[in-house]
């Protein structure tokens, strides 16, 4: 797997994430050098839906995207419907597409893309019920274990974690895209 030692990385999330979609990026992210940072709408800690916590770094109103190199959205319904309602959330999220950062996103997270209005034109996936949400968005979505466009790499479940974070630790390590655009 690629190196990013001294990058940093933004796990953006709140409660109810998927426990696995937070740990496993996470490890595979300081595993390879990176400094990973959790980011939230909460002060204290989150819990995810199957009971791990982890303490929150950064509270997302207090966050700049120009400090981390990327942006990783882990999934989880209840995690992802509060963000998209979140407007600190949705504005930091935009920011990483705008500045051309790579940004990685899972299951349901991709739900806060579509209210950041920056997945029209794109190829993503996701899980499944949230196909018709994207194409709606003007997405192309497709069933595949991981996708990247520009970028933006996306995943549809903790079954694909590998593949996931393996093109994660890629586009952290290429740096910006100039096509990833909000």
Not at 3 to 19: C, P, Q, S, V, Y
Not at 58 to 78: S, Y
Not at 87 to 114: R, S, Y
Not at 135 to 150: F, K, M, Q, S
Request: proline share 4%; net charge negative; aromatic share 6%.
């Amino acid at each position: 797997m690629a190196r990013i030692d001294g990058k940093r990385i933004a796990f953006l999330l709140t409660d109810g994430f998927e426990d696995s979609e937070l740990t496993s990026p996470w490890r595979a992210a300081t595993e390879a050098g990176a400094r990973a940072t959790l980011v939230s709408p909460r002060a204290g800690e989150v819990t995810g839906k199957n009971g791990h916590t982890q303490s929150v770094d950064t509270a997302v109103g207090n966050a700049q995207a120009d400090e981390f190199d990327a942006l990783v959205l882990p999934g989880g319904v209840v995690n992802a419907d509060h963000l998209r309602m979140d407007d600190h959330a949705v504005a930091f999220t935009k920011t990483f597409f705008e500045q051309h950062k790579p940004v990685a996103v899972i299951c349901h997270g991709a739900w806060i893309l579509i209210e950041a209005d920056v997945v029209r034109d794109r190829t993503i996936t996701s899980y499944p019920s949230l196909a018709t949400d994207l194409r709606n968005a003007g997405a192309d979505w497709v069933d595949e274990e991981v996708v990247v466009d520009a970028g933006l790499v996306s995943s549809r479940t903790p079954d694909d974690l590998p593949a996931f974070n393996a093109k994660l630790l890629e586009e952290v390590a290429e740096g910006t895209h100039a096509a990833q655009t909000a």
